[in-house]
């Protein structure tokens, strides 16, 4: 049975519609990542599941049950929030038995839960300090711990790592999935990092302005977006305009308003339809005028060549327009100068087309 299923979710505040008609079911030990830009209503989202916020319509089921009407402290949620929100003048040992505390355990029960949460997220060594006595990342392990020491059947996360620098980021990252796989706490992490919901989920939500957009596993998010703003919102894309000249089983083709043809993918757009061609910065590839690839049709120049480390940006001006490469590091295409005439070519599966 899937452990968590919205229906028809919706809040609005006053004449603002926060979170519109919202559907999303979470399995059992899933890790679902909201993801979307500032103010789509990811936390109003979270606020909702765990009950700090009604909805006005729909209905909200844990394990089948409706916990539409239940206090927050009844419904077998734990969260960590992206301030931590840690009682400074308790232990850690103390913050983490809180959940128990509040639900009667005995004092034996709440010793063993605290030691083996803290042994799970590595602090069992710092059980007695205080809150201000550790860094933001351990602050952030107590945070966990406090949330999956009464073993919940949900576990929320409204970005719990965005007060955390970058190397630390990445390292708590890697902790919180290691932690969940551990326990297989079925788990809704909030974030607007793209790179952290990748990596981090088993499906992705995509949302935008109160609306779910996208929900799906991080690859075929990243391969097949559903519309254009979650190609957008998610990884580098180039946009390019024209129009479809024909399809057949190799693929679409479609002349671009600046002049010339590319092959995309298949689809099952008529002739004449105006449509965006999406391509990734990484699908497309430069090569020398002379390279002798298939789909080496596309002349342009190189007008800027940006060096990212890994890898190095080049613009291009094909047919007027600006197009973005990323080429790794190591390739001929990495010494190509501004000014340089080449030619472009790219897999027609990884151009993607949305009719406009
Ligand atoms: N209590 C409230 N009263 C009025 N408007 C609110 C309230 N809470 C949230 N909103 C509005 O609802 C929208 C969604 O807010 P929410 O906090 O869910 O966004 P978010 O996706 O979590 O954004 P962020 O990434 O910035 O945290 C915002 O426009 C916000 O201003
Ligand atoms: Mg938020």
């Known amino acids: 049975m899937p452990e968590l299923v919205l ?17 999303l079911t979470v399995g059992n030990g899933e890790f679902v990542c909201l993801l979307g830009p500032s103010g789509c209503g990811k936390t109003t989202t979270l606020r909702m599941i765990a009950g700090f916020e009604t909805a006005d319509r729909g209905s909200l089921l844990l394990d089948g049950v409706d916990i539409s009407n239940r206090p927050p402290n009844k419904r077998d ?20 038995a809180f959940g128990l505390l509040m639900r009667g355990k005995s004092r034996a029960e709440q010793d063993e839960a605290v030691a083996r949460t803290l042994q799970l997220v590595k602090l069992a060594h710092l059980a007695d300090r205080f809150p201000r006595q550790l860094s933001g990342g351990q602050q952030q392990r107590v945070a966990l711990a406090r949330a999956l020491a009464f073993q919940p059947s949900l576990l929320l996360m409204d970005e719990p790592l965005s007060n955390l ?65 979650v190609g957008r919102f998610i990884g580098k894309m180039n946009e390019l305009e024209g129009r479809v000249v024909n399809t057949s089983p190799d693929g679409t083709l479609v002349a671009l308003a600046g002049g010339g043809t590319v ?31 298939r789909d080496a049709g596309l002349e342009c120049r190189v007008s800027r060549r940006t060096y990212l480390g890994s890898v190095i940006e080049y613009e291009l001006i094909l047919a007027g327009k600006p197009l973005r490469v990323w080429m790794p590091n190591n390739s001929t295409a990495s010494r190509l100068s501004i000014g340089d005439s080449t030619t472009i070519f790219f897999n027609p599966s990884d151009a993607l087309l949305f009719a406009v």
């Not at 229906?7 to 559907?23: C, E, H, N, Y």
């Not at 301030?83 to 232990?91: D, G, I, N, Q």
């Not at 551990?182 to 949302?207: C, K, M, N, P, Y």
């Not at 298949?266 to 699908?283: F, N, Q």
């Open 263 to 293: 092959l995309c993918g298949p689809s099952e757009l008529p002739s004449g339809t105006s449509v965006s061609v999406m391509i990734r910065y990484e699908a497309l590839s430069v090569a020398p005028l002379s390279g002798g690839h």
């Open 165 to 229: 620098d970058a190397q630390l980021r990445d390292e708590m990252r890697d902790e919180i999935k290691r932690v969940q796989q551990e326990v297989g706490t079925t788990t809704i992490f909030v974030t607007h990092d793209q790179s952290e919901a990748l990596a981090l989920a088993d499906r992705v939500a995509v949302f935008s302005e109160g609306r779910l957009l996208q929900y799906s596993d991080p690859a075929h998010l990243y391969e097949q977006p559903s519309d254009r703003t």
């Open 77 to 96: 949620i734990g969260m960590v929030f992206q301030h931590y929100a840690l009682f400074p003048h308790k232990t850690v040992a103390q913050n983490v």
């Open 7 to 23: 229906s028809g979710i919706s809040k609005r505040f006053g004449a603002f519609q926060a979170v519109a008609d919202l559907d």
